[in-house]
């Protein structure tokens, strides 16, 4: 009799054993599935980043036959959260009409941007905001308002390399020397460049080890490793 409930014991013990290892099995399993998501979505890019940009710019404006001419940029953003960002930047390019207006114009805009995916390597992104348009040498200057959209692939954990293209409209019509019709001037820009994350960054696996985890604090799972 004694050993029949020695067997019992030792068979329910049996069961409850792998019973609670299959448990934490799944449950280790479902935890890492989930922190690898909160990986991601934890300071996947840098607070802040240098923006660096060349491209071309077209003329809508009055005149027949606008051709691209070069375009270039430089700037910084700062992300206020994971998904919207602040844009400082400096433009520097040339609007021209075939063999009627080639002059260079710069402005200075800033933008609020909104990274579609966020905890993705790859994100599209959508931005506007208000700039200030002026000739080279500040001989005219005009208010503007812009939006464009883009998209970038993060490289390394440092670099990400954008493409993007806005829309600029200005409050004048006379930018290049023309009026005609009731619409104000307004031009094109479409660049490639990079993204160079600094400050406030985590590396992957610092990330890791800075998310509390079921895994991490689950004993039992970790006495079947």
Known sequence: MANNYFRYLIFITSLFTISNYSAAQTQEDVSDKAVQRLIRQ?????????????????????FNNPISDLYY???????????????????????????VFNEGFMSYDVNLEWY?????????????????????YFETNEIKLQFG???????????????????????TDDVEGLIFGKSDDAYWRFAIGLNIYFGNYLALEKRQKNIPTIINSNQLSEDYK
């Open 149 to 171: 959209v883009g998209f970038e692939f993060l490289l390394t954990d440092r670099v990400g390399m954008k493409f993007f293209g806005d829309y600029n409209k200005l409050n």
């Open 116 to 136: 579609l995916s966020p905890a993705m390597n790859l994100s599209p992104f959508v931005y506007g905001g208000a700039g200030y348009h002026a000739a080279n």
């Open 42 to 62: 934890t300071n996947l890019r840098g607070k802040n980043a240098f923006s660096v940009g060349i491209g071309t710019s077209i003329m809508n404006g009055d």
């Open 73 to 99: 940029h430089v700037g910084y953003k700062r992300f206020l959260g994971s998904s919207f960002a602040i844009n400082f930047g400096f433009h520097k390019f040339n609007l021209a009409f075939k063999d």
